[in-house]
């Protein structure tokens, strides 16, 4: 299954080399990033430093790589370090280049995909936030004779077909069945192209970066003797073999279908641009980046909508399926209360401005028996102290020992009701930090709703004291 938490890197590490199409040298830092920070370029060689979210709205560019530009920098050729988060789960780091583009490495994503697992990958306090597929979503380019379909499924998984009328490469298929299976299945697989396209290809000024150490080139036709000698001298190669029919310079594929595999590797790159992981069944018949990208805005045009007729903007969307980022037990390791002021049943939400929990009200609550007998309604100072639970979590989840501390009320500011709690009632607690904080004192923001409704709201403030301060 895929991981329900979000994710980012222990530490940074840099990785060099030529980029593909501009042929220029670049260093490619990646570094550990906070909570639904997300996928973000920075070029660090421009004046500013300007960043580039890995967003479908800023692509600028499909010339045979997918380009994105934003706030006066452009970053090329993105696919296949996008590719690589994805397939280790990563979902937020920042990606600093002295260039204009990714080095290409071998062609494929496993040199990220390893240098990702060398350092380490890091588990957040805050549920990632998916793009479930619910109905089927269809793109047709009836011009290339490209189609991509996604489907339900409560997993990620992608199917692509290929057909190039080549004798050499014919009808093939690739699937990825697991997320987790990427990195041994697909990410070693390598960009490629025809013999045919060499030319077109460097006339456009593209691969200028291009080898055959990091690019498979299919040879679809005979070559003659000078252009064997032009191929030599166009991969800077004292010389070249070419088969009547195969691969330029008898390189070996690492898998049959490594072509197809290559695309199903770019399939996954380019839809990451839809900025959230998806839960699905993607199907694609003769993809490229231009449809990739184009049904990646589909997507998330999709994603948009659903969000518009979802929840109010700011309330927390608790999904009861899903793990929680602390359970009972848990929360009441760091909480030092006990029956019958254990108000909180999960935390859902946790990072370093703010937290989401729930309370499920029941008829068996022990203040039922005496709080309006026949009419039972939740006291509304046990819905503070419920949501003053709710913040303690967030209080004392930036010590490093938060079982050492307590954390008492200082103030309640404008607090009000607006909807009875009654048995029955699933209650979100919402806060966040108002401030950083200063002294030992945090002062949050904190909501409570039932249904995508508003039930109360308060500013608190607390005091971090230790337990054996006097």
């Known amino acids: ?71 006066g920098a452009r970053v090329n050729t993105v696919e296949h370090t996008l590719a690589a988060l994805v397939g280790t789960e990563v979902d937020n780091v920042l990606i600093q280049l002295d260039g204009p583009e990714p080095p290409i490495m071998d062609g494929s994503s496993f040199p990220f995909v390893e240098a990702l697992e060398k350092v380490g990958f890091e588990e957040q306090n805050a549920l990632r936030n998916f793009f479930e597929v619910t109905e089927a979503i269809s793109f047709k380019d009836e011009e290339r ?32 069945t697991d997320i987790r299976d990427f990195s041994k299945e697909i990410s070693s697989c390598r960009t490629f192209c025809f013999l045919h396209e060499l030319e077109m290809l460097y006339k456009q000024g593209l691969i200028k970066g291009g080898d055959l150490n990091n690019a498979i080139v299919v040879v679809d036709r005979v070559v003659e003797d000078h252009e064997i000698q032009h191929l030599a001298e166009l991969f800077h190669k004292p010389k070249v073999e070419v088969k009547k029919e195969g691969i330029l310079n008898n390189v070996e594929l690492r898998y049959k279908n490594e072509p197809a595999r290559h695309k199903l590797l770019d399939l996954v790159g380019d839809l990451a641009l839809a900025g959230r992981p998806i839960k699905g069944q993607i199907l694609a018949a003769r993809p490229g980046h231009a449809a990739n990208v184009a049904f990646a805005k589909k997507l998330k045009r999709v994603m948009l909508e659903k969000e518009k007729k979802g929840l109010p903007k700011g309330i927390p969307n608790y999904d009861p399926s899903v793990q929680p980022v602390l359970d009972v037990n848990q929360i009441y390791k760091m909480l030092p209360h006990r029956y019958p002021f254990c108000l909180i049943d999960r935390i859902f939400h946790l990072d370093e401005n703010s937290v989401a929990g729930v309370k499920n009200v029941t008829i068996n609550e022990p203040f039922f028996q005496g709080h309006f007998p026949g009419n039972p309604v939740m006291p509304g100072v046990l819905q503070i102290e419920a949501m003053a639970q709710t913040g303690g979590i967030l209080v004392l989840n930036t010590l490093p020992d ?69």
């Not at 189609?147 to 690739?174: F, K």
């Not at 404008?414 to 209650?427: A, L, S, Y």
Request: proline share 5%; charged share 20%; aromatic share 6%.
């Open 145 to 176: 004779n490209v189609e991509i379909a996604a489907l339900p499924l409560d997993d990620y998984r992608l199917t692509v077909m290929v057909d190039y009328n080549s004798p050499v490469l014919g009808s093939q298929h690739a699937s990825l």
């Open 1 to 71: 299954m895929m991981n329900t938490k979000q994710h980012t890197i222990k530490g940074s590490f840099t990785l060099s080399g030529v980029g593909l199409h501009t042929g220029e040298v670049a260093n490619m830092t990646f570094l550990p990033a906070d909570i639904n920070h997300g996928i973000k370029f920075q070029r660090v060689d421009i004046p500013g430093q300007p960043i580039v979210d890995a967003d479908v709205d800023n692509v600028v560019d499909l010339s045979r790589g997918t380009t994105i530009e934003a706030n």
């Open 402 to 470: 938060p079982e050492n501390h307590w954390t008492y009320f200082l103030s309640i500011e404008n607090c009000r009701f607006k909807k009875m709690v009654v048995p029955g009632d699933t209650v979100v607690f919402s806060c966040e930090l108002m401030a950083p904080i200063k002294r030992g004192i945090a002062k949050m923001n904190g909501r409570a709703y039932v249904a995508g409704n508003l039930v109360c709201e308060a500013v608190m403030s607390a005091y971090i004291v230790r337990k054996d301060a006097k």
